[in-house]
């Protein structure tokens, strides 16, 4: 993915010391900045909207919670 192209991204909203974090499914931390009222996602699943702006890094236009995928999957008719 080429810097400046939007971006989405699923995991678990973190906080750091000075900025927020999406730990992805695969371990990576994504830095997404300080974004107001969103204290009440911290440790939830999210889906994450926004333009790459680093090599883990989004300028953030959308976030919202959502359910885990292997959660997603086993409630799944087979």
Known sequence: ???GSYFRL???LVAGA???????????LWEIGL??????LL????V???????AETLAVSWIETCEPL????SAAPM
């Open 48 to 54: 994450v909207e926004g333009i790459r702006t680093g």
């Open 10 to 12: 699923e995991g678990v």
């Open 70 to 73: 292997r959660k997603r999957l």
């Open 1 to 3: 993915m080429d810097f």
């Open 18 to 28: 000075v900025s927020l974090y999406v730990q992805a499914r695969n371990g990576a």
């Open 43 to 46: 440790q939830t699943n999210v």
């Open 35 to 40: 974004l107001k009222d969103v204290c009440h």
